[in-house]
T-cell receptor
Framework: DAKTTQPTSMDCAEGRAANLPCNHS???????VYWYRQIHSQGPQYIIH???NNETNEMASLIITEDRKSSTLILPHATLRDTAVYYC??????????????FGKGTKLSVIP | DAGVIQSPRHEVTEMGQEVTLRCKPI?????LFWYRQTMMRGLELLIY????????DSGMPEDRFSAKMPNASFSTLKIQPSEPRDSAVYFC?????????????FGEGSWLTVV
């Protein structure tokens, strides 16, 4: 899997949009971008994933640049419950390495009242 | 669906004792994963199964660790003998590989302390 680079930590005011960046400059054409988060003392939670196009679900939006070398996870209205470590993961969609997730260090997002 | 179920949630044991962690994957999922999380090393994949068969155990730290999946609804991770450095949170996860972009779902973890 391609490596990803994320900021170590970020703050966001409650009610504002949280924009979490991720660089994956060595991503291959057959690799997805996944985002998970881990709230303290809980298991990692799936948020969203995408290949080329921007994606949106009930939790977040994922914006992938046209060259696919970076992406941004957007939490539109952050709440205190969004305080967590957010992991950006690049994962092949077929073949060896496509079955598991390889976690980096992630970004610690703190939502501030 | 009840999600991935792990037991015990917390365990404290003495060095040298055998530890058995248990996992029930989501019904219908054919992939099962065991991860370990520590402050120093983060989340690491230990082993994963497909249709109850171990596929990749390259992350298993040493012979003291073993994992089994006797059927589609149950898996165990065993540590014998346990050591203080095995203290960590152990996560079980499962997925249904339905082609492209499948999602892996995690349990709440088993917190192991070896004293």
């Amino acid at each position: 899997d391609a490596k990803t680079t994320q900021p170590t930590s970020m703050d966001c005011a409650e009610g504002r949009a949280a924009n979490l960046p991720c660089n994956h400059s060595t991503i291959s054409g057959n690799e997805y971008v996944y985002w998970y988060r881990q709230i303290h003392s809980q298991g990692p939670q799936y948020i969203i994933h995408g290949l080329k196009n921007n994606e949106t679900n009930e939790m977040a939006s994922l914006i992938i640049t046209e060259d696919r070398k970076s992406s941004t996870l957007i939490l539109p209205h952050a709440t205190l419950r969004d305080t967590a470590v957010y992991y950006c993961i690049v994962r092949a969609y077929s073949g060896a390495g496509s079955y598991q997730l390889t976690f980096g260090k992630g970004t610690k997002l703190s939502v501030i009242p | 669906d009840a999600g991935v179920i792990q037991s015990p949630r917390h365990e404290v044991t003495e060095m040298g004792q055998e530890v058995t962690l248990r996992c029930k994957p989501i019904s219908g999922h054919d992939y099962l994963f065991w991860y370990r999380q520590t402050m120093m090393r983060g989340l690491e994949l230990l082993i994963y199964f497909n249709n109850n068969v171990p596929i990749d155990d390259s992350g298993m730290p040493e012979d003291r660790f073993s994992a089994k999946m006797p059927n589609a609804s149950f898996s165990t991770l065993k540590i014998q003998p346990s050591e203080p450095r095995d203290s960590a949170v152990y996560f079980c996860a499962s997925s249904f590989f339905a082609g492209l972009g499948n999602t892996i779902y995690f349990g709440e973890g088993s917190w192991l302390t070896v004293v």
